[in-house]
């Protein structure tokens, strides 16, 4: 077998492999950006549950009716180690008066009524941007 001679051009092998984990990381980083305009993080119904934490809602859809009380206990999945807003979130729903704090690791349940079909815009307010994340919105669809 000859000898590699010290003048033949490296192997190709780690510009190929270079090459590959910067596709895998533009890919990856795509798909994060794009997630919350893709998904939707699944339905709720009345009298439910939402997981709230830095990655946003789940679900992010909340379905009433118009004229019922609508209960929502929000569990709060962060501790109070996170630098933004010290793992605090809150639910804030547009324009109707509630907005319900949640501290780190614990759960707050409330209620709330509204009258007319419609969908509300509801989001924290407190971490990452508040209501311009769209990890951070979700929407209550009322229906009549
Ligand atoms: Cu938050």
């Excluded at 950006?33 to 339905?43: E, H």
């Excluded at 929502?72 to 109707?96: K, M, T």
């Excluded at 079909?117 to 009322?142: Q, S, T």
């Amino acid at each position: 077998m000859p000898k590699p001679s010290p003048n033949q051009p490296a192997p190709r092998r780690p510009t190929l492999l270079f090459a590959a984990l910067a596709l895998a990381a533009v890919l990856l980083a795509g798909a994060l950006f794009l997630r919350p305009y893709l998904q939707s993080a699944g339905r709720a119904d009345a009298d439910s549950v939402l997981r709230v934490s830095m990655g946003g809602w789940q679900p992010n859809v909340i379905y009433a009716k118009a004229g019922q009380s609508v209960t929502v206990s929000v569990v709060n999945l962060d501790n109070s180690l996170h630098s933004d807003g010290g793992g605090w979130h809150n639910f804030v729903l547009e324009g109707q008066g509630v907005a319900e704090r949640v501290p780190p690791k614990q759960t707050s349940t409330f209620s709330f009524t509204l009258d007319r079909p419609g969908e509300y815009l509801f989001y924290c307010d407190i971490c990452c941007g508040g209501k311009d994340n769209p990890f951070m919105r979700g929407k209550v669809i009322v229906e009549a």
